[in-house]
């Protein structure tokens, strides 16, 4: 999914302007400093992906299906990498690996974690309640609480693992991800390090946008919206998606849209989950939506310290506001790390950009 404010909203609320709707969720300031990637004269997508590779894999890891329970009792699904020269007589460091919101582990994660793994930690990627095979009904379902108890949970399972040191596990969180760790690691004082990398505060762009730009009755319009929404689904209507990665481009698709695109509705990172459609993939239901307007990952996030933060960002990313704010409002020891040149999504899986030395430098240095 794209990590932005909800765009292209799809209601049948009764007495609601759809072009009053994009407005107040935040539509017309999605173009705001994003290059376009985008032909208007042709209409299609130009393929950003510059040897991009989300769905590497390595001959040097070994990767395990498993699930594990929740404090809800709900099944988390996730993938378990591990280094073929696994000393499993030893307690390894481990790390936990959250993909953007919207997405599944296999978008992404699945890379961190495949390249975590070969730099000899035991990693593991997570589907987050409520997308791809993990459990939760409705289907795209938002709850920020329940996606941070899913990274405690994972921390759960990784700690009774006998070759798992669990003094010693670490999270990155990609995209959304970067917030609901941050929220988890809070509460959770096992998660000994935490990285974000292309954060969204999901809670930020929900309340006020990109750069601030929504006003407080632009937000309390869509509140309401997404209340009327939740009237129509007691009553039996169908259950409606904002938000999202657009289906296809046209002339009027603004820049950041256009990137998403190109991972996510291409070959370059498109994956739909057996029993979704594809028209739902990456998009949050409208009546659920609103939860994050109730979410502040970075407030206390202080409290993290003595434990270390490590930020990475593009310097060219659309998001950057939120991995400068978190870092801001932390206390040492903490990172912040501007990949030149990189935009939000390159981050995703761009292997030429990420800096996966940085990450191993960092989790060596934290995980003992």
Same mark, same amino acid.
Request: aromatic share 10%.
């Given at each position: 999914?794209?990590?932005?404010?909800?765009?292209?909203?799809?209601?049948?609320?009764?007495?609601?302007?759809r072009?009053?709707?994009? /407005?107040?969720?935040?539509?017309?300031?999605?173009? %705001?400093?994003?290059? *376009?990637?985008?032909?208007? @004269?042709?209409?299609?997508?130009?393929?950003?992906s510059?040897?991009?590779?989300?769905?590497?894999?390595?001959d040097?890891?070994?990767?395990?299906?498993?699930?594990? /329970? *929740?404090?809800?009792?709900? +099944?988390?699904?996730?993938?378990?990498? !591990?280094?073929? +020269?696994?000393?499993?007589?030893? /307690?390894?460091?481990?790390?936990?690996?959250?993909?953007?919101?919207?997405? =599944?582990?296999?978008?992404?994660?699945? !890379?961190? $974690?495949?390249?975590?793994? &070969?730099?000899?930690?035991?990693?593991?990627?997570?589907?987050?309640?409520?997308?791809? &095979?993990? &459990?939760?009904?409705?289907?795209?379902?938002?709850?920020?609480?329940?996606?941070?108890e899913a990274?405690?949970?994972?921390?759960?399972?990784l700690?009774s693992?006998?070759?798992?040191?669990?003094? +010693?596990?670490?999270?990155?969180?990609?995209?959304?991800?970067?917030?609901?760790?941050?929220?988890?690691?809070?509460?959770?004082?096992?998660i000994?390090?935490?990285?974000?990398?292309?954060?969204?505060?999901?809670?930020?762009?929900?309340?006020?946008? %990109?750069?601030?730009?929504?006003?407080?009755?632009?937000?309390?319009?869509?509140?309401? @919206?997404?209340? &009327?929404?939740?009237?129509?689904?007691?009553?039996?209507a169908?259950?409606?998606?904002?938000?999202g @990665?657009?289906?296809? %481009?046209?002339t009027e698709?603004?820049?950041?849209q256009?990137?998403?695109?190109?991972?996510?509705r291409?070959?370059?990172?498109?994956?739909?989950?057996?029993?979704?459609?594809?028209? @739902?993939?990456?998009?949050p239901?409208?009546?659920?939506?609103? /939860?994050?307007? +109730?979410?502040?990952?970075?407030?206390?996030?202080e409290?993290? *310290?003595?434990?270390p933060?490590?930020?990475?960002?593009?310097?060219?990313a659309?998001?950057?506001?939120f991995?400068?704010? $978190?870092?801001?409002?932390?206390?040492?020891?903490?990172? %912040? =790390?501007?990949?030149?040149g990189?935009?939000? =999504?390159? !981050?995703?899986?761009?292997?030429?950009?990420?800096?996966?030395?940085?990450?191993?430098?960092?989790?060596?240095?934290?995980?003992?």
């Open positions: 999914m794209t990590d932005q404010i909800p765009k292209d909203v799809e209601t049948s609320t009764p007495g609601i302007d072009r009053n709707l994009l /407005k107040m969720t935040g539509a017309g300031v999605a173009a %705001l400093g994003a290059m *376009s990637i985008f032909d208007s @004269t042709t209409a299609k997508a130009q393929d950003m510059n040897g991009a590779s989300n769905f590497y894999t390595s040097r890891v070994t990767l395990q299906k498993v699930t594990f /329970k *929740s404090q809800y009792q709900t +099944n988390v699904a996730g993938n378990l990498f !591990l280094p073929n +020269n696994l000393d499993r007589a030893s /307690k390894n460091p481990a790390i936990i690996v959250g993909h953007p919101m919207g997405a =599944v582990k296999e978008q992404s994660a699945n !890379l961190y $974690a495949t390249k975590m793994a &070969e730099q000899g930690f035991v990693a593991m990627s997570i589907d987050l309640p409520f997308w791809g &095979e993990s &459990e939760g009904a409705s289907r795209n379902l938002v709850s920020p609480e329940a996606y941070a990274f405690s949970a994972g921390v759960d399972f700690g693992q006998a070759f798992v040191d669990r003094s +010693n596990i670490g999270a990155i969180g990609v995209c959304g991800s970067g917030s609901f760790v941050i929220s988890a690691a809070k509460i959770d004082p096992r000994k390090a935490v990285a974000t990398v292309s954060m969204y505060d999901m809670g930020a762009a929900f309340r006020d946008a %990109l750069n601030k730009s929504q006003t407080v009755e632009q937000r309390k319009q869509f509140i309401a @919206t997404a209340a &009327e929404q939740r009237w129509a689904e007691a009553d039996g169908d259950i409606q998606y904002i938000g @990665t657009t289906l296809e %481009l046209t698709t603004d820049p950041i256009r990137e998403f695109y190109d991972f996510y291409t070959p370059r990172g498109e994956f739909t989950p057996a029993g979704v459609a594809r028209e @739902t993939t990456t998009k239901t409208l009546s659920s939506a609103v /939860k994050f307007m +109730n979410f502040y990952p970075f407030n206390d996030i409290t993290i *310290s003595p434990r933060m490590l930020f990475i960002s593009g310097d060219q659309h998001s950057k506001e991995s400068q704010d $978190a870092y801001n409002r932390a206390v040492e020891p903490k990172e %912040l =790390v501007w990949i030149k990189a935009g939000h =999504v390159d !981050l995703y899986d761009r292997v030429d950009l990420i800096p996966f030395d940085r990450l191993k430098g960092f989790f060596d240095q934290h995980l003992a």
